[in-house]
């Protein structure tokens, strides 16, 4: 897997070890538990259908406060969160996530640039919105495959 990471189809490079959303066909996918997170609630619902579909158990969130008890109260193998969350931010969900064993995030915005420049932590994706449903699927399964995640 290349370092640096894809928005919007253009890699940013820079951060050694985050992947570059390149789709990488694999028979060794395993369904993941995946918390969608995003205040406005059919798009965290239309998150976890697109990931169902693809064999995926997800959990809609539809605030920081709701996303934070998720992950304290479940494991999750990936979190796929909106940067905007009302008056609170997607990093709030990405330190969470870090807190709690190191889960992946993927953070889908309209506003990526803006959430690709804050501060530490990272996510480990960044896709724009509207997010392409196969991109997203192929994300989420690289992040969750087995073996090595670095080549």
Same mark, same amino acid.
Request: aromatic letters at 4%; one cysteine or more.
């Given at each position: 897997? %290349?370092?640096?990471?894809?928005? +919007?189809? +253009?890699?940013?490079? &820079?951060?050694?070890?985050?992947?570059?959303?390149?789709?990488?066909?694999?028979?060794?996918?395993?369904?993941? =538990?995946?918390?969608? !997170?995003?205040?406005?609630?059919?798009?965290?619902?239309?998150?976890?259908?697109?990931?169902?579909? +693809?064999?995926?158990? +997800?959990?809609?969130?539809?605030?920081? *406060?709701?996303?934070?008890?998720?992950?304290?109260?479940? =494991?999750?193998?990936? !979190?796929?969160?909106?940067?905007?969350? &009302?008056?609170?931010? &997607? =990093?709030?969900?990405?330190?969470?996530?870090?807190?709690?064993?190191?889960?992946?995030?993927?953070?889908?915005?309209?506003?990526?640039?803006? %959430?690709?420049?804050?501060?530490?932590?990272?996510?480990?994706?960044?896709?724009?919105? *509207?997010?392409?449903?196969?991109?997203?699927?192929?994300?989420?399964?690289?992040?969750?495959?087995? &073996?090595?995640?670095?080549?």
């Amino acid at each position: 897997m %290349a370092s640096g990471r894809e928005v +919007a189809g +253009a890699p940013f490079h &820079g951060n050694p070890g985050i992947g570059t959303g390149a789709r990488h066909e694999t028979p060794d996918i395993v369904m993941a =538990r995946i918390l969608c !997170v995003d205040d406005e609630a059919h798009s965290a619902k239309l998150k976890c259908i697109i990931l169902e579909t +693809a064999g995926h158990q +997800a959990t809609p969130a539809n605030s920081v *406060p709701e996303a934070l008890a998720l992950m304290k109260s479940n =494991r999750y193998d990936v !979190v796929v969160t909106d940067w905007r969350l &009302g008056q609170a931010s &997607g =990093r709030d969900i990405v330190v969470a996530a870090r807190e709690h064993s190191d889960i992946p995030v993927v953070v889908i915005s309209g506003y990526v640039n803006e %959430a690709f420049q804050a501060a530490d932590p990272l996510a480990d994706y960044y896709l724009e919105k *509207p997010v392409n449903p196969e991109e997203l699927i192929s994300v989420v399964n690289d992040l969750v495959k087995p &073996g090595p995640s670095q080549d």
